[in-house]
Antibody, heavy 116, light 110 residues
Framework: EVQLLESGGGSVQPGGSLRLSCAASGLNFNNYAMCWVRQAPGKGLEWVSAINGNGGTTYYADSVKGRFTISRDNSKNTLFLQMNSLRAEDTAVYYC?????????WGQGTLVTVSS | QSVLTQPPSVSAAPGQKVSISCSGSSSNIGSNYVSWYQQLPGTAPKLLIYDNNKRPSGIPDRFSGSKSDTSATLGITGLQTGDEADYYCGTWDSSLSAVVFGGGTKLTVL
């Protein structure tokens, strides 16, 4: 069974940084694209970023381009999201998900709160 | 507003059927596969349908998906109170080079 476990969320002031991690198990990690999707409180899903299996190709939503960096360590089966210059509108639960034909499965999410 | 358009809410009685629409354009639904996700209250989203109309193992055949031109539809038959959730469509947008989601549809089983 594939399992994804996010960590690294928390509270940060505007302009600050956080690094999210997503530990994967139960799969050949380097065979799959991975992504981050966020959900602001009471709002819908917003795709944030994706990375291919070997980490050589990345994609970003316009809302985070230039501020967030997605990466992966295939030797540790771990996905990362480095978030810099955080804004109040980045407040959300951040989910990691395995890519392919649809996002499946999803992790349980980690909450990021950006507030002064 | 979202690139993909869904109705904010739908409702039906237990045992009935409901359809949830997802409207897009030629750069997203019109040229890429559509997925559907179910998000029960307080939980992470779960994949219901992928590649327009395929169900992952464990998803009952009460759930179905279809696509025509630039629109997709999720169908749910034999509604149960446990189906009350938010439902999202999603696909790749070739012009944006980004994944796009619909705004979500809240299903109420009356």
């Amino acid at each position: 069974e594939v399992q994804l476990l996010e960590s690294g969320g928390g509270s940060v002031q505007p302009g600050g940084s956080l690094r999210l991690s997503c530990a994967a198990s139960g799969l050949n990690f380097n065979n799959y694209a991975m992504c981050w999707v966020r959900q602001a409180p009471g709002k819908g899903l917003e795709w944030v970023s994706a990375i291919n299996g070997n980490g050589g190709t990345t994609y970003y939503a316009d809302s985070v381009k230039g501020r967030f960096t997605i990466s992966r360590d295939n030797s540790k089966n771990t996905l990362f999201l480095q978030m810099n210059s955080l804004r109040a509108e980045d407040t959300a639960v951040y989910y990691c998900a395995k890519g392919g034909s649809g996002f499946d499965p999803w992790g349980q999410g980690t909450l990021v709160t950006v507030s002064s | 507003q979202s690139v993909l358009t869904q109705p904010p809410s739908v409702s039906a009685a237990p045992g009935q059927k409901v359809s949830i629409s997802c409207s897009g354009s030629s750069s997203n639904i019109g040229s890429n596969y559509v997925s559907w996700y179910q998000q029960l209250p307080g939980t992470a989203p779960k994949l219901l349908i992928y590649d327009n109309n395929k169900r992952p193992s464990g998803i009952p055949d009460r759930f179905s998906g279809s696509k025509s031109d630039t629109s997709a539809t999720l169908g749910i038959t034999g509604l149960q109170t446990g189906d009350e959730a938010d439902y999202y469509c999603g696909t790749w947008d070739s012009s944006l080079s980004a994944v796009v989601f619909g705004g979500g549809t809240k299903l109420t089983v009356l």
